[in-house]
Nanobody, 120 residues
Framework: QVQLVESGGGLVQAGGSLTLSCVTS????????MGWYRQAPGKQRELVAA???????NYADTVKGRFTISSDNAKNTVILQMNSLKPEDTAVYYC??????????????WGQGTQVTVSS
């Protein structure tokens, strides 16, 4: 079973920075992509950033230029560096991984979420 554990959330003032980390446990799978989604109160979950196993990166327009996603494939870890944070970034951030097992279809896994709060 795959488990995703997020860390690094917290409270920060506008203009500050936070770094989120997601570690994926398990074995005998390959990672197609890993990324971060967020969900603010009363809103739908949205993509923040994602990175494929080959290093292709996609950012939401709202965070482009401020956030940086990176991965350590050897440790099955994805990092989200968030700079110039805005109150609009306040949300629960969820780590996501899409993996493939031998002779099995791809499967999506989600972390439990970590709270990011940006004060004005």
């Amino acid at each position: 079973q795959v488990q995703l554990v997020e860390s690094g959330g917290g409270l920060v003032q506008a203009g500050g920075s936070l770094t989120l980390s997601c570690v994926t446990s398990g074995s005998s799978f390959s990672i197609n992509s890993m990324g971060w989604y967020r969900q603010a109160p009363g809103k739908q979950r949205e993509l923040v950033a994602a990175i494929t196993g080959t290093g292709i990166i996609n950012y939401a327009d709202t965070v482009k230029g401020r956030f940086t996603i990176s991965s350590d494939n050897a440790k099955n870890t994805v990092i989200l560096q968030m700079n110039s944070l805005k109150p609009e970034d306040t949300a629960v951030y969820y780590c996501h991984a899409r993996v493939t097992y031998p002779l099995r279809a791809t499967i999506d896994y989600w972390g439990q979420g970590t709270q990011v709060t940006v004060s004005s």
